[in-house]
Nanobody, 125 residues
Framework: QVQLVESGGGLVQAGGSLRLSCAASGRTFSTYAMGWFRQAPGKEREFVARIRWNSGSTYFADSVKGRFTISGDNAKSTVYLQMNSLKPEDTAVYYC??????????????????WGQGTQVTVSS
């Protein structure tokens, strides 16, 4: 199986930046794609971004497009989420997820097989 551990969350002012990391361990060679989701208090978990390992293809939710960047380091089995121009509405627990199948759609929770424990991101106004 695959274990995922997120890190890098914290408190930042609006307009600031944070970089989240997701370190994968275990059967990391089996992962096809990695995604980031977030969940704010009282809301359902929502898709943020994803990356396909082989192609490097990335995709972002409209709410973060142009502000967030996702990247991966195969040697370190780590995925990053660079968050710039942060807004208070970005405040949420951010979760890393891994898919072990060649799925076409990677914007739903059900498309992922493994999840990290989450890291809190708080953006103050």
């Amino acid at each position: 199986q695959v274990q995922l551990v997120e890190s890098g969350g914290g408190l930042v002012q609006a307009g600031g930046s944070l970089r989240l990391s997701c370190a994968a361990s275990g059967r990391t060679f089996s992962t096809y794609a990695m995604g980031w989701f977030r969940q704010a208090p009282g809301k359902e978990r929502e898709f943020v971004a994803r990356i396909r390992w082989n192609s490097g293809s990335t995709y972002f939710a409209d709410s973060v497009k142009g502000r967030f960047t996702i990247s991966g380091d195969n040697a370190k089995s780590t995925v990053y989420l660079q968050m710039n121009s942060l807004k208070p509405e970005d405040t949420a627990v951010y979760y890393c997820a891994a898919s072990i199948a060649r799925r076409t759609v990677l914007t739903n929770e059900g498309s992922y097989d493994y999840w990290g424990q989450g890291t809190q991101v708080t953006v103050s106004s």
